[in-house]
């Protein structure tokens, strides 16, 4: 990996924006193709109902959002070529617990968002666009205002330039976000009942957890964890309760 970080180092912007392309566009598809392979083993676990056939727009917006990702991810290249943002190359227990330290701020950030983003006088402009495709698949995680894409690039952005995480903590919120995100808009809960209302599994975002708040956007606004929803008192009543709602069959 210090070699990759040696590579990228001594690219041209051109070459690197290519393959930051590349990466984020191969990520899309990884979460997309992963997320209907899921959806289709868990076909019987509905926790909302089944979407409607994918709309061009849909497909459109998703596509924006591979090409934005791609220029935040460009910006934080420059930011950390230019000595803004340091990556730290250990690989130690320090670099594990990066990825925690990230999880959980950009958690309490996301959450602090999402909350004004679903102002009324906020919600227009953006987030709206999400909420179109209340009934979620995988690829609505990528159906994003350009607003919204962007506000959560600079967000991740901000978290690198305050602070220095290894290259280990980054790779691993990266894969726990879009893991998380996946999840999340399945539209069937992978887990199994008992573990699901495990009272520790109920701390993180289930695919439950994010159903909810498609199904009704007055709670559960968080998105690796219900902590911060616990914590302001908006988690739904139902995820409150040790139950789940009632599963329903396709
Ligand atoms: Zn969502
Ligand atoms: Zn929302």
Request: hydrophobic share 50%; net charge positive.
């Amino acid at each position: 990996m210090n070699a990759i970080l040696d590579a990228f180092a001594r690219m041209s912007f051109r070459e690197a924006l290519g393959w930051m392309l590349v990466e984020n566009a191969v990520l899309f598809g990884v979460a997309v193709l992963g997320g209907d392979l899921l959806v289709w083993i868990f076909r019987t676990r509905r926790v909302g109902p089944l979407p409607p056939p994918v709309e061009a727009k849909e497909l459109a917006w998703a596509a924006c959002c591979v090409v934005l990702n791609t220029l935040v991810t460009a910006a934080g290249w420059w930011l950390w070529r230019s000595g803004y943002i340091v990556i730290r190359r250990d690989t130690g227990a320090r670099a594990w617990l990066d990825a925690a330290a990230l999880l959980l701020m950009m958690d309490l950030a996301m959450y602090l968002t999402h909350r004004i983003a679903h102002h009324p006088w906020a919600f227009p402009l953006a987030h709206a666009t999400h909420h179109q495709y209340d009934r979620p698949r995988p690829l609505d995680l990528f159906v994003l205002n350009p607003i919204e894409a962007l506000g959560f690039g600079a967000l991740w952005l901000t978290i690198l330039l305050l602070y220095s995480s290894s290259w280990l903590g980054i790779l691993v919120y990266l894969a726990l976000n879009l893991a998380f995100g996946v999840v999340g808009h399945l539209g069937v809960e992978p887990l199994p009942r008992s573990w699901a209302e495990h009272r520790l599994i109920r701390l993180f975002g289930t695919s439950t957890f994010h159903a909810g708040h498609h199904r009704d956007d007055r709670g559960n606004f968080g998105f690796y964890t219900s902590i911060w929803d616990r914590l302001f008192g908006t988690l739904h009543p139902r995820d409150a309760r040790s139950q789940l709602p009632r599963l329903t069959r396709p």
